[in-house]
């Protein structure tokens, strides 16, 4: 399974409506460390299918939620549980430091 492509225009149904807890990575073309990440994000996606909703958010198309949240500097990775941010992860961090975000949102 692919992470979910969020917008602005479907991220109160797809994250703040959500029943399971959802990670967004909010990345952008043009962004190195977002590259490196992302097949992390998407091995992620695979591992969680069910219990855990993974999408991406592209920062540049999609402004206004990347400024709601205070998205300064990308990759950001939020973790939401019950429509409010459960964890803020910051940067390419390794998988294992993901892996435990989640597990502890389960």
Not at 62 to 87: A, E, H, W
Request: proline share 6%; charged share 25%.
């Amino acid at each position: 399974m692919k992470p979910i492509i969020i917008t602005d225009d479907n991220f109160e149904t797809e994250v703040i409506k959500s029943t399971q807890p959802v990670l967004i990575d909010f990345w952008a073309v043009w962004c190195g460390p977002c590259r490196m990440i992302a097949p992390i994000v998407e091995e992620l996606a695979n591992e969680y299918e069910g219990k855990i909703k993974i999408g991406k958010l592209d920062v540049d198309e999609n402004q206004q939620t990347s400024i709601k949240y205070g998205v300064r500097s990308i990759p950001t990775l939020l973790l939401f549980k019950d429509g409010k941010i459960k964890d803020t992860i910051i940067g390419a961090v390794p998988k294992s430091h993901l892996v435990q975000k989640l597990n502890s949102a389960l």
